[in-house]
């Protein structure tokens, strides 16, 4: 993708960096769903290329999946997305049903709350206050992202 005039037509955008755990399997589920559904323009965005779209197009995170249809955001997803999900965004940018924004992936907010109910109950059990109270916030974060009113619960 050459520039944000690119962005004013329909397709799926890919927004990643160089150092993201997730981004290499969702660049292979979106190639594969591009190729079952051709009509579909897929493009990669480099975030540290493009700093310009990243803050134009408000990304925030790697990997985020953007949904355009004439020129109009019709889903997003941020982080690990599922087949399924980058699938919804695919048939949402071809004129299918918008997709619910969603925050975090689910599979994101699990580890977030499971590693924050560790690290509190480690931080519990050697007495590191510190690490219990940082365990805390990252339960709580976890938790947070599951009631959001703009978390999407049906994935």
């Not at 689910?106 to 050697?126: K, N, P, Q």
């Not at 590191?128 to 805390?136: M, S, Y």
């Not at 976890?142 to 994935?155: C, E, H, M, Q, V």
């Amino acid at each position: 993708m050459s520039s944000e005039a690119d962005l004013a037509s329909s397709g799926v955008v890919l927004f990643t960096t160089p150092g993201c755990p997730h981004c290499p399997r969702v660049r292979q589920t979106s190639l594969d769903v591009a190729q079952r559904r051709p009509g579909v323009k897929f493009s990669e965005v480099s975030a540290v290329d493009r700093p310009d779209l990243v803050k134009s197009m408000n990304v925030r995170a790697a990997p985020t999946m953007l949904a355009l249809r004439d020129g109009v955001e019709v889903g997003r997803t941020i982080g690990a997305s599922s087949a399924d999900e980058i699938e919804r965004l695919f048939e949402a940018s071809a004129g299918g049903p918008a997709v619910a924004r969603r925050s975090v992936s689910t599979e994101d907010r699990t580890i977030r709350s499971a590693a924050g109910a560790v690290l509190l109950l480690a931080g519990l059990i050697t007495q590191i206050i510190w690490l219990a109270l940082f365990g805390v916030g990252l339960l709580l974060w976890g938790w947070y992202d599951y009631l959001s009113p703009n978390a999407s619960l049906t994935s």
